[in-house]
């Protein structure tokens, strides 16, 4: 399944909670498991697919046992998660194993080539 996401103007919001601002941001929660390439053969994609969807499933039950909700998913073009949070959430996101890192709602996925090497440009 592909889904097709168009980032709402405004991802950053600022609400107050107990007197105080609370700035949450649209943020990918960008994972480790290759996304499906085009270039693989029918078995290949299943087991690909497989893994990516046992990631994003484990992924998203740490997400809810923190109280963050997820918003979207993507899997062929990458492998991601759509979250709301803080930045603190985001700091502890991005320690968890299994997460290269988080990017802003706003910018597009970048593509991937194959399984080419990820760098700090490609997230």
């Known amino acids: ?19 105080k601002a609370d700035c949450t941001r649209e943020m990918w929660v960008d994972l480790t498991e290759p996304a499906t390439s085009v270039n693989l ?3 290949e994609v299943a087991r690909r697919n497989e893994r990516v969807t046992a990631q ?4 998203a039950g740490r997400l809810r046992a923190a109280g963050i909700e997820e918003l979207a998913r993507v899997t062929h073009v ?8 803080t930045p603190g959430q985001a700091e ?6 299994g997460v290269v ?18 760098s700090p440009d490609t997230r």
């Open 56 to 59: 994003q499933d484990e992924i």
């Open 92 to 97: 502890t996101i991005s320690m968890w194993p």
């Open 41 to 43: 053969d029918s078995g």
């Open 1 to 19: 399944m592909v889904l097709n996401i168009v980032p709402s103007p405004a991802s950053a919001t600022e609400e107050k909670v107990g007197g």
């Open 101 to 118: 890192g988080l990017r802003p709602a706003e910018r597009l996925h970048p593509p991937i080539i194959d399984d080419a090497p990820r």
């Open 78 to 85: 990458r492998n991601a998660i759509l979250v709301r949070i």
